[in-house]
């Protein structure tokens, strides 16, 4: 089916007490085996490529990637610019027929964000796709960004609720203790800040940097109000670790095809168990 909005996804989810599953991809084969569990599992799905993967291709090769593959999909798919990393990119990215996009203003000012998160929204609106922005800072390393742990700066539940009135965004990463990348430690969680953001802000939340959360640790935030969940580093990890040996042991394999089964046939297998943690199977 044509990709959908994560409008209908994520209000269904938040009613539903789950979560939507978004995956970062960088090429081919990860999308692939990112519909194909969403498939088996019949899960609505989330696609997502962050500012830096749209460089490394482009917004309208990865667009129609994904477009065609969920074109003969039996479960939706929504496709979504994942920190983007200005107002010009979402609009491009809007233009190129993504249905959904998150401007990342986290790491300007309260006032500044609420500027270009209120433009960001107002343009996808009239477009007729939701905006995801962010308040606070997620620790670790998404793109060229760095956040050092001891800077992430946790989301003020009263600045998320006047965020959300001001700005008109149809759902709010929160920081509540994540960080992009693996962790050094076990991740400390701020479940009470997430049921204070909860009781005052009425968007859909998300939880960005789950790679390396605990499944309970993920499942506790869902059941406090998460209803989408971001995926990447874990992705890229097990597609690359599937690869590596492929090659590592036979010297004559050359076709790109040969490694690249491999890959995603360990995205497929992470994507299904990540699928099950949300408790998104079952509701295409
Ligand atoms: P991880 O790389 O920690 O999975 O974070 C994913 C994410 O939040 C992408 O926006």
Redesign the pocket.
């Known amino acids: 089916m044509p990709l959908v909005t994560t409008t209908e996804f994520l209000k269904k989810a938040q009613d539903g007490h789950y979560a939507v599953g978004a995956f970062?991809v960088e090429n081919l084969e990860m999308a692939q085996a990112v519909i194909q569990a969403a498939t088996e599992l019949n899960a609505p799905v989330i696609i997502q490529t962050t500012s830096s993967t749209v460089k490394y291709a482009s917004l309208s090769v990865y667009r129609a990637i994904v477009a065609a593959l969920a074109e003969s999909a039996p479960v939706p798919v929504a496709m979504h610019l994942?920190?983007g990393s200005s107002y010009e990119l979402c609009e491009q990215a809007a233009c190129a027929g993504y249905t959904s996009v998150m401007i990342d203003g986290s790491k300007l000012s309260f006032e500044e964000n609420i500027a270009v998160s209120a433009k960001t929204a107002a343009m996808a609106k009239q477009r007729g796709i939701p905006t995801e922005a962010e308040l606070g800072t997620?620790g670790?390393k998404?793109d060229d960004h760095v956040v050092l742990d001891a800077d992430a700066m946790y989301t003020n539940p009263e600045k998320a609720r006047e965020f959300v009135e001001r700005t008109g965004v149809g759902s709010l990463a929160v920081a509540i203790g994540t960080a992009?990348?693996f962790y050094k430690g076990e991740p400390r969680l701020d479940f009470d800040r997430l049921a204070e953001i909860r009781k005052v802000v009425s968007v859909p939340l998300v939880l960005?940097?789950?790679?390396?959360v605990p499944d309970e640790a993920v499942q506790k935030t869902i059941g406090l109000g998460i209803c989408k969940v971001?995926?990447?580093?874990?992705l890229r990890d097990a597609y690359t670790k599937a690869v590596r040996p492929v090659l590592a042991n036979d010297a004559s394999v050359f076709d790109p095809k040969v490694y690249g089964k491999a890959g995603r046939a360990a995205v497929v297998e992470l994507v299904k168990h990540k699928i099950t943690v949300c408790g998104s199977q079952g509701k295409a």
């Open positions: 970062n994942d920190h997620v670790g998404e992009h990348g960005h940097g789950a790679s390396g971001n995926f990447a580093t874990e």
